[in-house]
């Protein structure tokens, strides 16, 4: 079963910025879709970024136009570029991938990760 690795996350300023890696423990044939979510302190999981199969991007009202989700299929990850980040940014992130294992394969989606911690300090 594919697990998913996500990396990158730490302490920063207000308006410094992070780039997060979500990994696939296994090859990939074809990822459908790969998101972001994100869950703050007392806040349920919300969708931060999705990008489809065919490169179409989708962003949450309060990360747009400072954040921006890409993958490289090559190397099974997904990558969220964050800058200008702010406080309310602070939540542990998580990445979720909709995939072909294989040609053959159905569509697959991965278990949640371990997440990774972003603190924004003011």
């Known amino acids: 079963q594919v697990q998913l690795v996500e990396s990158g996350g730490g302490l920063v300023q207000a308006g410094g910025s992070l780039r997060l890696s979500c990994a696939a423990s296994i090859s990939i044939f074809k990822i459908n879709r790969a998101s972001w979510f994100r869950q703050g302190p007392g806040k349920q999981r919300e969708l931060v970024a999705g990008i489809s199969g065919g490169g179409i991007t989708n962003y949450a009202d309060s990360v747009k136009d400072r954040f921006t989700i890409s993958t490289d299929n090559a190397k099974n990850t997904v990558y969220l570029l964050m800058n200008s980040l702010k406080p309310e940014d602070t939540a542990v992130y998580y990445c979720?991938?909709?995939?072909?294992?294989?040609?053959?394969?159905?569509?697959?989606?991965?278990?949640w990760g371990q997440g990774t911690q972003v603190t924004v300090s003011s």
């Open positions: 979720n991938l909709e995939f072909f294992e294989t040609f053959w394969s159905a569509l697959s989606t991965t278990p």
